[in-house]
């Protein structure tokens, strides 16, 4: 049974030793994980299996209404809140942020989960929040629409170095509207959420809960559920699997094949 604890490297690490069948884990995550780089050289994750690519969990840089900066570098010297240890968007983070040369040792950051960090920028403890996840994101609803907030709009030629440094984060954008006072369109990555399961499982087992995703009830639950639910499709389940370097597990890759989407 999948289990979303949004922390992709916890996920990653329990399906890998048993303790999770299968769980939630973003994409640049699993690979490092898997390959046993980055973070995680000499400790490589052999027994994580693909079942599929579900959506893209969009990075929110969330600062106080009314401020804005430029680059990544104005965070130097800034409370900042870094996503909780063990999440993929705290592993992503430091090093995007190390490219614009903010490091622990010049910035006050703060290790915290979504709503957490909210309350603390709400509160004026905190001067930036990142979180990377499917919107609208409900603490940041509650945000919005009491004291407010601004998401940071990366320049193309940020976005286009980010994807240098994390090929799995993608240009993606976040309407205008989708969080109350937030009336502009927010250019920011993007890395897509991959649904795991350990090598251990049976191929029948595997089969059986792929067919079950795609099925007709499971299209009305997501088509009816959370406004991110509409971007899991088949269609798209296998965007970018191939180029990550991390297996299909066998009973998913069979039901793909006979649904035509692999060869």
Same mark, same amino acid.
């Given at each position: 049974?999948?289990?979303?604890?949004?922390?992709?490297?916890?996920?990653?690490?329990?399906?890998?030793?048993?303790?999770?069948?299968?769980?939630?884990?973003?994409? %640049?995550?699993?690979?490092?994980?898997?390959?046993?780089?980055?973070?995680?050289?000499?400790?490589?994750?052999?027994?994580?299996?693909?079942?599929?690519?579900?959506?893209?969990? %969009?990075?929110?840089?969330?600062?106080?209404?009314?401020?804005?900066?430029?680059?990544?570098?104005?965070?130097?010297?800034?409370?900042?809140?870094?996503?909780?240890?063990?999440?993929?968007?705290?592993?992503?983070?430091?090093?995007?942020?190390?490219?614009?040369?903010?490091?622990?040792?010049?910035?006050?950051?703060?290790?915290?989960?979504?709503?957490?960090?909210?309350?603390?920028?709400?509160?004026?403890?905190? %001067?930036?929040?990142?979180?990377?996840?499917?919107?609208?994101?409900?603490?940041?609803?509650?945000?919005?629409?009491?004291?407010?907030?601004?998401?940071?709009?990366?320049?193309?030629?940020?976005?286009?170095?980010?994807?240098?440094?994390?090929?799995?984060?993608?240009?993606?954008?976040?309407?205008?509207?989708?969080?109350?006072?937030?009336?502009?369109?927010?250019?920011?990555?993007?890395?897509?959420?991959?649904?795991?399961?350990?090598?251990?499982?049976?191929?029948?087992?595997?089969?059986?809960?792929?067919?079950?995703?795609?099925?007709?009830?499971?299209?009305?639950?997501?088509?009816?559920?959370?406004?991110?639910?509409?971007?899991?499709?088949?269609?798209?389940?296998?965007?970018?699997?191939?180029?990550?370097?991390?297996?299909?597990?066998?009973?998913?890759?069979?039901?793909?094949?006979?649904?035509?989407?692999?060869?």
């Amino acid at each position: 049974m999948a289990q979303s604890t949004t922390a992709s490297v916890f996920n990653n690490a329990a399906v890998q030793n048993g303790e999770l069948e299968a769980g939630l884990a973003a994409a %640049d995550v699993t690979r490092s994980m898997y390959l046993g780089e980055g973070k995680f050289k000499g400790k490589p994750h052999p027994k994580l299996r693909i079942i599929a690519n579900l959506y893209p969990e %969009d990075l929110h840089l969330v600062l106080p209404k009314g401020k804005r900066i430029n680059s990544l570098a104005d965070l130097k010297g800034k409370r900042v809140g870094i996503a909780q240890a063990g999440s993929g968007t705290q592993v992503a983070v430091l090093q995007m942020l190390e490219a614009w040369g903010v490091t622990r040792d010049n910035m006050e950051e703060a290790e915290l989960n979504n709503s957490q960090s909210a309350e603390r920028l709400a509160d004026g403890q905190l %001067d930036a929040y990142f979180y990377a996840a499917g919107w609208p994101v409900a603490a940041m609803v509650q945000l919005a629409s009491t004291k407010g907030m601004e998401l940071h709009s990366f320049s193309e030629a940020d976005l286009k170095k980010i994807n240098q440094i994390i090929p799995a984060y993608i240009p993606s954008k976040i309407p205008a509207g989708v969080y109350e006072g937030v009336n502009y369109e927010v250019k920011t990555p993007a890395v897509s959420a991959l649904l795991v399961v350990s090598a251990d499982q049976p191929e029948d087992l595997v089969y059986g809960i792929t067919k079950a995703l795609w099925n007709k009830n499971t299209r009305k639950l997501l088509d009816n559920g959370h406004a991110k639910g509409k971007q899991i499709t088949l269609e798209t389940a296998l965007d970018g699997v191939k180029e990550l370097g991390v297996p299909l597990h066998p009973g998913a890759a069979k039901f793909y094949k006979e649904a035509g989407l692999l060869k």
